[in-house]
């Protein structure tokens, strides 16, 4: 066996050094399929625990376990071919302190293949992420709204405008010093995402944080247009993957209750022809 297993072809100090080039294209991915099609076209593929909401119809990201993002994780990372796989930290696998964090982290990258992790948090974070950089866990950090804290933020609202503005640079910065190689702002006012993206050395990945960012992350089910339960304002659909589906859907049950499907076509013959 050779000492040196395979390196993926994109890895974090890659992403890093996108820092103020082409924008990062960032989809989240759930499944094979999906990753497979994220994998043509876009950086990074960020298993995100919004998997709890989008494929399990859980109200919240909070009841999302390791064992979930590992099963997904796995499923996205034999997808990849060329796009960099990052998987989210669910609630309650990291918060407790640095060494609770490496465990559930390592275990994440040992068992998915994935070479970087994501958790939310700034200033509160920043010694759980140098404790992780600095033993071989990449890590992508997420301020600004964190669903997680949904309870604690109550709701899913815009945060850092008026005086809140100085406490998310301060969580940004507080992450690049820790040693992210590259954080997610979401829902920030475009004005302080593009101070915050002007004065940090690590890209920044926006989700509802204007156009300056380096680069964007959208939830792909929303941007597909088929997690329809709601739309934040920050979405744009590119298709309607879910009017279609349902469409296709009330078309099979109609031709099932017709008899209209299966049509000779479908069929086996009794005999094979001679
Ligand atoms: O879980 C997720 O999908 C995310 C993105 C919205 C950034 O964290």
Do not use: W
């Amino acid at each position: 066996m050779s000492a040196t297993a395979p390196v993926r072809p994109v890895l974090p100090p890659d992403i890093t050094s996108r820092k103020g080039g082409v924008p990062l294209v960032v989809l989240t991915a759930y499944t094979t399929p999906m990753a497979r099609l994220v994998d043509a076209h876009c950086d990074i593929a960020l298993v995100g625990d919004s998997v709890g909401m989008v494929l399990h119809g859980m109200p919240s990201t909070i009841g999302v376990t390791l064992e979930m993002m590992i099963l997904h994780g796995r499923a996205v990372v034999r997808g990849l071919q060329k796009a960099m796989p990052v998987i989210d930290m669910p609630f309650g696998s990291y918060e407790e302190g640095p060494a609770q964090a490496y465990r559930n982290a390592a275990r994440l990258m040992a068992e998915t293949g994935a070479p970087a992790v994501k958790l939310e948090g700034g200033q509160h974070m920043a010694e759980t992420i140098a404790f992780l950089t600095a033993r071989g866990v990449p890590v992508m950090a997420h301020v600004g709204l964190t669903p997680q804290a949904v309870n604690t933020l109550g709701g899913y609202k815009v945060v850092g405008r008026d005086a809140e503005a100085e406490r998310v640079m301060a969580d940004a910065r507080a992450c690049e010093a820790a040693g992210a190689f590259s954080i997610v702002l979401e829902k920030v006012p475009v004005g302080l995402s593009a101070r915050i993206t002007g004065e940090l050395s690590i890209p920044t990945i926006g989700i509802g944080a204007g156009v300056d960012c380096d680069g964007q992350v959208l939830v792909i089910d929303d941007m597909l247009g088929m997690f329809t339960a709601f739309k934040p304002k920050f979405v744009k659909r590119y298709a309607e993957l879910g009017a279609a589906a349902d469409q296709a859907i009330a078309d099979y049950a109609a031709e099932v209750r017709a008899r209209a499907f299966p049509g000779p076509e479908h069929g086996f013959a009794d005999q094979v022809k001679s």
